[in-house]
T-cell receptor, first 111, second 113 residues
Framework: AQSVSQHNHHVILSEAASLELGCNYS??????LFWYVQYPGQHLQLLLK??????LVKGIKGFEAEFIKSKFSFNLRKPSVQWSDTAEYFC?????????FGAGTRLTVKP | DAEITQSPRHKITETGRQVTLACHQT?????MFWYRQDLGHGLRLIHY???????NKGEVSDGYSVSRSNTEDLPLTLESAASSQTSVYFC????????????FGPGTRLTVL
């Protein structure tokens, strides 16, 4: 069965710091990869997605992610975080069937 | 605008009671999903449906059931609520089976006392 691992449970950064959140997946076939964000008290929203093509994907709000097939990774990055990026971030993968989510990484950005 | 709505947004119930959480989407999506979100576990799939009359078990389906009588609705029923089912429940839908992004509802916070 496919699975998703997010190794950072809680990340604390100061504003303007760079961000990288790790995501590794386990699945043998073709996958689609997603990053979702959940702001406090809100539902999940899509940040970005990868289906095929250029492995460097740009999403909303300055986020990007790189798909490295050989490492089964899809790490999320942002060069300079803002206080408003405080949220929980979920990596997700779909294969042939359902979507599996990682446990999430809580990001706290200090002003 | 198309959307997904969930009701109620908050629910407190007692152990042993039957509870039904509603999910309604106006995207005209064939695929609908129910997840529960718990600290340290992320989102875990409870049940999903790829169309009317189709239902499938997810990874944590015990104690839950769903039915799909039309495209728009996928109600989730807890047959006999247990304290372990205290959680936040999210409904989602997608337009392409398995491979496309999912659109999420606002969630229902359920407390079982």
């Amino acid at each position: 069965a496919q699975s998703v691992s997010q190794h950072n449970h809680h990340v604390i950064l100061s504003e303007a710091a760079s961000l990288e959140l790790g995501c590794n997946y386990s699945y043998g076939g073709t996958v689609n990869l997603f990053w979702y964000v959940q702001y406090p008290g809100q539902h999940l929203q899509l940040l970005l997605k990868y289906f095929s093509g250029d492995p460097l994907v740009k999403g909303i709000k300055g986020f990007e992610a790189e798909f490295i097939k050989s490492k089964f990774s899809f790490n999320l990055r942002k060069p300079s975080v803002q206080w408003s990026d405080t949220a929980e971030y979920f990596c997700a993968v779909t294969g042939a069937d359902d979507m599996r989510f990682g446990a999430g990484t809580r990001l706290t950005v200090k002003p | 605008d198309a959307e997904i709505t969930q009701s109620p947004r908050h629910k407190i119930t007692e152990t042993g009671r039957q509870v039904t959480l509603a999910c309604h989407q106006t995207w005209n999506h064939n695929n609908m999903f129910w997840y529960r979100q718990d600290l340290g576990h992320g989102l875990r799939l409870i049940h999903y449906s790829y169309g009317v009359q189709d239902t499938n078990k997810g990874e944590v389906s015990d104690g839950y059931s769903v039915s799909r009588s039309n495209t728009e609705d996928l109600p989730l029923t807890l047959e006999s609520a247990a304290s372990s089912q205290t959680s936040v429940y999210f409904c989602a839908s997608s337009g392409v089976q398995g491979r496309n992004e999912q659109f999420f509802g606002p969630g229902t916070r359920l407390t079982v006392l």
